[in-house]
């Protein structure tokens, strides 16, 4: 079946099944991300409170743990949410945001990634400092490009038995022997904050309902930026700057349709 | 006087005297709400820091205590600000969100039920987890409907003495003896994060002004949903998706006036 | 050279640069905060927990300290990338966000201001409340007006050595014996929260800019109210309410103009 096929199973089987997404996530995003999935057809609940993400992420279709603002109490609460989707089976994603030099995140990114999420987003120079041979990039900016990240990776990939997505001009999708590259999307989605942030959750969603459709992790994965890109190509062209893109993006993503899908290209 | 002409002069005296609500609300929606409260002209202060909350609940018009993202700092604060409210006689609105099986909010909302908010709003699930007869809903999804949740709402209004707002297609105001139910709105609030949490922040804004235009709290509630319910309908009609529902409402929310609230049906 | 030449100067210089401006602000506006950053041309970092805000602080292009919802957290990275901004010479910018009555915010604010921030704004209640002459507005409205405050904006410009720009109808930036009026701007600003707040990250990211073209620290602050007000004017022409002033303000900042700056009169 081709990836774009797969992908349009992928988003009907998530608007037929609304799973329930548990999001700890930074501060910045909790609205835009919260919106992005109830524009999607997915069901978020940004639970981030030690003694209820364990029980959350146990019942939840997926998991997001970001950990963009890493206060002592969302440490806690994101140790406890992958411990528990662990155990219960539930498909969580890692967004190791602004890694690198900055030693809370760091250090709790470390912590998570041993624990082998199902997949782990983030931009090259989080990727790359992730797998512990890089000092990040400057912010949410990555100071390195996607391709020189392929590496890092496939290593995590290796190491941990993650999917991992690198987020860039054209995103990379590695798992185990195999790089899928989706092209396409909207340079205006680095021009809103949580652009990246938010994909991460809908990640989640996809591995959620990928999962009940009988379709690989990866293959979700890769379904989910076909979607994603798709719909900030169509919002970029109804927009005419950062703040009429967010409303068109939540507005393509509610009417994303299966042939809107096949205007990205994979490689 | 009919209830339209009721909320009509609530929401001119709202406008006149631009009321200050104190909220306490989650860390999803603190930004929608607060626009919510700017569009509609009431004065928003998201004061949730213990030792603050107490002094601003006391001189504030209403105040909001919503359980969203229960932190121990919050958790803290919110029994201080119940505790002022009382004191002062500031009216306040108490928003169990997604109680039932989450432990720390579950506790917080039962402790804060207990000091006699002026109104509980919630889903159904909520409103009948809170009477200690359910288990809760799917996140901050219901998973009952409003006409099952009124013997629930009915035990609290009865026990604790506030006007219980049900929340769902149509939402159900219930006090002692009475129930009524508000029409219209439009499904897309259900797609745009915190849509039935500002309105909690929003129906603190209308019991301040209905008391200094001496109209009873129930009435206020009522008028309240008259209200949102009306600017959610236009918002609907002017917008294309969930993306652009969001701004088109707090446009009209802006723009209310009082041949508008004549759209909504009551029963 | 005329402030609007020195407008367009530190602008184009911002563009060039793209400065990484590192933000502790208030949990309301980090969104909008960042959005309006990513807008107009800065990289935002919302970094505000201790241990990582001093690092931090010490390699941005600028920083703004926000006092809107000091958490224990927020309060010690506050001074922490105060004390950071200070020994790396971060220009930094203080927002005395409801100083006044309520303690905890008060307290934090008087502990930096005397560590001499680059910029002090604020509305004109928080200045005088700020200088120690007043107790503060209405939560974050002011109930003084601009000139009232000249006399407080001088003896904290003297005192601390910082530029202190009072925001209202029309802005005074206050630095050693001068006094700047910026006119224009749209009152919507004051209908979208953090309208205000999102000006003082601004404000670090103008600082930023212009210490690197040469432009004195208090030309920057009035270089930025220049560019402020003309995107928020363009916007409120593009706009119907406060709902579609957000994103007609953000796309008016991303496109904004050497030319749009020049609608905007001083006094």
């Known amino acids: 079946m081709s990836a774009h096929a797969t992908a349009r199973i992928v988003l009907d089987r998530l608007r037929a099944s609304t ?14 991300t919260a919106n992005v999935l109830l524009a999607l057809g997915a069901a978020p609940a940004m639970v981030d409170i030690a003694g209820e993400t364990g029980p ?6 997926g998991q997001l743990i970001n950990v963009g603002t890493p206060t002592p109490e969302q440490r806690l609460a994101s140790v406890e949410a992958a411990d528990a989707a662990n155990r219960a089976g539930t498909p969580w994603v890692l967004d190791p945001v602004a890694v690198g030099s900055l030693v809370h995140r760091t250090a709790l990114a470390r912590e998570l990634v041993a624990r082998g999420p199902s997949c782990v987003r983030g931009n090259a120079s989080e990727i790359i400092a992730l797998a512990g041979s890089g000092a990040g990039g400057r912010g949410v900016e ?3 490009d996607v391709e020189s990240a392929l590496d890092a990776a496939g290593t995590i990939a290796e190491r941990f038995g993650s999917v991992v997505a690198v987020s860039g001009p ?10 899928v590259r989706v092209g396409g999307g909207s340079a205006m989605l680095t021009r809103v904050t ?4 938010a994909l991460g959750a809908v990640i989640a969603a996809f591995l959620a309902a990928g999962r009940s459709a009988g379709v690989s992790d990866a293959d979700a ?5 076909i979607a994603y890109s798709a719909a900030a190509e169509i919002a970029a062209e109804n927009s005419s700057g950062p703040g009429s893109f967010q409303p068109a993006f939540l507005d393509a993503l509610h009417r994303l349709d299966g042939a809107d899908l096949e205007r990205i290209e994979l490689s």
Chains 1, 2, 3 share one sequence.
């Open 142 to 144: 990555s100071a390195d």
């Open 56 to 61: 959350f992420a146990a019942a939840a279709g």
């Open 221 to 225: 994965v890769v379904s989910c930026h």
């Open 194 to 197: 949580g652009g990246g942030c």
């Open 170 to 179: 054209a995103d990379a999708i590695v798992s185990a022997g195999r790089v």
């Open 19 to 32: 799973p329930l997404i548990g999001c700890i996530t930074n501060s910045v995003v909790t609205n835009f």
